[in-house]
């Protein structure tokens, strides 16, 4: 599709990044299930290396299918690039890693994805990569003061997983670009369909496809997406500067300028710790995002519905939504309309009056609602974090997350809205049995 700029949201997750005429005008997405690409002869080879020619090589390092992925997502996201990955991990990992190799801090909050939590306790440290947390991440004054000379980035989620917090994403890129580091969001809660941080100064973004883009809980996969704008060459990232031996010693963001994040991570980190995306899983993704949009649009209608029955039900002690009235994560409601104003998502926590027996009666007793630990999907969900997602945290961690005890996080899906709330007042009963 060309000119893709000038369409909008609905067009871009159906169309974007894909020209028919270019794949024998077939309809849908092909998937190029091909490990390697045929280099024609000596001479195209040269223009591939030299890119005077765009042409794959080998499915690790790129395949059209993954590329149209990236291209779609980039449309929608309105950045200037992306990377494809097997799984939101790696893309946390690579991007974690391309800024803070050879040693360098991040600065991070505590309500993050227990994945990405134990990456930063646990297993960065130990490749000499620290990380300084935010005290208080209502504060934008605390994330300044988290940061130290040897910091290479901010590391936030836009709606934090399961605490529910709304950052002011705006205001903590503003302070991470005065001391010349970027800020990578996780918006996978969000969705680009209800925030873009790009809009907000936010520099890099990562999403787990796995969840609502795919949409279906059917493929793990993960997308890194570069807004193009933030400038490598201030000297903190000397190694995105220095002689590339993967582009004939030149400086890569001389060559790349506004595509330089995307590249490193391709060409080194994909490249070489490997966790590429199969050209199948994108085919599922592509297929998943173009209904991304009613989905969503949808799936809020429903939660806006459900928090409203658990709020007035005589057996939940709190309800924890952005946009609900009585909230134990107190967000400021401005942030809240500020960067969400279709709805701040499809996920929720809430507080279950009663004891773990009970707790335990109440999920063996539903129907609809699946008992798993995964959010994002087309069917309702629910799971207790404290058991399952976030046990591996120290209790004081738990805390700062959100993780109480008796939180029960919830996913909403697609299904009649009338039986979710018949499913969950049916449990409810059979709960006090
Ligand atoms: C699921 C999730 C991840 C990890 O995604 P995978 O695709 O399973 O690696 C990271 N961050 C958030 C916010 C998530 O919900």
Same mark, same amino acid.
């Given at each position: 599709?060309?000119?893709?700029?000038?369409?909008?949201?609905?067009?871009?997750?159906? =169309? $974007?990044?894909?020209?028919?005429?270019?794949?024998?005008?077939?309809?849908?997405?092909?998937?190029?299930?091909?490990?390697?690409?045929? @280099?024609?002869?000596?001479?195209?080879?040269?223009?591939?290396?030299?890119?005077?020619?765009?042409?794959?090589?080998?499915?690790?390092?790129?395949?059209?299918?993954?590329?149209?992925?990236?291209?779609?997502?980039?449309?929608?996201?309105?950045?200037?690039?992306?990377?494809?990955?097997? !799984?939101?991990?790696?893309?946390?990992?690579?991007?974690?890693?391309?800024?803070?190799?050879?040693?360098?801090?991040?600065?991070?909050?505590?309500?993050?994805?227990?994945?990405?939590?134990?990456?930063?306790?646990?297993?960065?440290?130990?490749?000499?990569? =620290?990380?300084?947390?935010?005290?208080?991440?209502?504060?934008?004054?605390?994330?300044?003061?988290?940061?130290?000379?040897?910091?290479?980035? +901010?590391?936030?989620?836009?709606?934090?997983?399961?605490?529910?917090?709304?950052?002011?994403?705006?205001?903590?890129?503003?302070?991470?670009?005065?001391?010349?580091?970027?800020?990578?969001?996780?918006?996978?809660?969000?969705?680009?369909?209800?925030?873009?941080?790009?809009?907000?100064?936010?520099? +890099?973004?990562?999403?787990?496809?796995?969840?609502?883009?795919?949409?279906?809980?059917?493929?793990?996969?993960?997308?890194? %997406?570069?807004?193009?704008?933030?400038?490598?060459?201030?000297?903190?990232?000397?190694?995105?500067?220095?002689?590339?031996?993967? &582009?004939?010693?030149?400086?890569?963001?001389?060559?790349?300028?506004?595509?330089?994040?995307?590249?490193?991570?391709?060409?080194?980190? &994909?490249?070489?710790?490997?966790?590429?995306?199969?050209?199948?899983?994108?085919?599922?993704?592509?297929?998943?995002?173009? !209904?991304?949009?009613?989905?969503?649009?949808?799936?809020? =209608?429903?939660?806006?519905?459900?928090?409203?029955? @658990? &709020?007035?039900?005589?057996?939940?002690?709190?309800?924890?939504?952005?946009?609900?009235?009585?909230?134990?994560?107190?967000?400021?409601?401005?942030?809240?309309?500020?960067?969400?104003?279709?709805?701040? $998502?499809?996920?929720?926590?809430?507080?279950?009056? $009663?004891?773990?027996?009970?707790?335990?009666?109440?999920?063996?007793?539903?129907?609809?609602?699946?008992?798993? %630990?995964?959010?994002?999907?087309?069917? !309702?969900?629910? %799971?207790?974090?404290?058991?399952?997602?976030?046990?591996?945290?120290?209790?004081?961690?738990?805390?700062?997350?959100?993780?109480?005890?008796?939180?029960?996080?919830?996913?909403?899906?697609?299904?009649?809205?009338?039986?979710?709330?018949?499913?969950?007042?049916?449990?409810?009963?059979?709960?006090?049995?």
């Amino acid at each position: 599709m060309s000119h893709e700029i000038n369409y909008g949201f609905e067009t871009l997750q159906i =169309r $974007g990044g894909y020209d028919p005429k270019k794949h024998n005008y077939a309809c849908t997405v092909p998937i190029y299930q091909t490990a390697s690409f045929n @280099l024609g002869d000596t001479d195209r080879l040269e223009r591939i290396k030299s890119k005077e020619e765009h042409g794959f090589l080998y499915t690790r390092s790129g395949n059209p299918t993954l590329d149209i992925l990236e291209k779609r997502i980039t449309a929608l996201e309105g950045g200037t690039a992306s990377l494809a990955v097997a !799984s939101d991990m790696a893309a946390v990992a690579y991007s974690i890693l391309n800024l803070t190799e050879g040693g360098g801090e991040i600065v991070a909050v505590k309500s993050l994805y227990a994945g990405s939590y134990n990456l930063l306790t646990h297993t960065l440290p130990k490749f000499g990569i =620290r990380v300084n947390w935010v005290e208080d991440h209502g504060n934008v004054e605390s994330f300044k003061r988290a940061i130290t000379e040897n910091t290479k980035g +901010i590391f936030i989620e836009s709606i934090g997983n399961p605490l529910m917090n709304i950052l002011d994403i705006e205001n903590i890129a503003n302070i991470a670009h005065e001391q010349f580091i970027p800020l990578v969001v996780d918006n996978t809660f969000a969705t680009p369909y209800l925030l873009k941080p790009f809009d907000f100064g936010a520099d +890099i973004v990562v999403y787990s496809s796995t969840k609502a883009l795919g949409g279906h809980g059917s493929t793990i996969g993960g997308l890194i %997406v570069e807004s193009g704008k933030f400038d490598w060459s201030s000297g903190k990232f000397s190694h995105f500067t220095e002689p590339d031996y993967k &582009l004939d010693n030149e400086n890569l963001v001389e060559k790349f300028p506004e595509v330089a994040f995307t590249t490193r991570a391709r060409t080194h980190y &994909l490249s070489e710790f490997g966790a590429v995306l199969s050209p199948f899983d994108a085919f599922l993704i592509l297929e998943g995002l173009e !209904s991304l949009s009613i989905r969503v649009e949808r799936e809020v =209608r429903n939660t806006h519905i459900i928090v409203n029955y @658990l &709020l007035n039900h005589s057996l939940v002690e709190w309800v924890n939504y952005p946009a609900a009235p009585s909230n134990i994560n107190p967000n400021n409601r401005e942030l809240v309309e500020k960067y969400f104003p279709k709805g701040p $998502g499809t996920m929720f926590t809430f507080g279950f009056k $009663g004891n773990q027996n009970n707790i335990n009666k109440f999920l063996n007793s539903l129907k609809i609602f699946s008992f798993l %630990v995964n959010v994002g999907d087309s069917k !309702s969900l629910i %799971v207790q974090p404290f058991e399952t997602t976030h046990s591996s945290l120290s209790e004081e961690d738990k805390i700062k997350a959100g993780v109480f005890e008796n939180a029960l996080r919830i996913s909403i899906g697609l299904e009649n809205v009338e039986d979710l709330i018949s499913d969950l007042d049916q449990a409810f009963k059979k709960s006090i049995d």
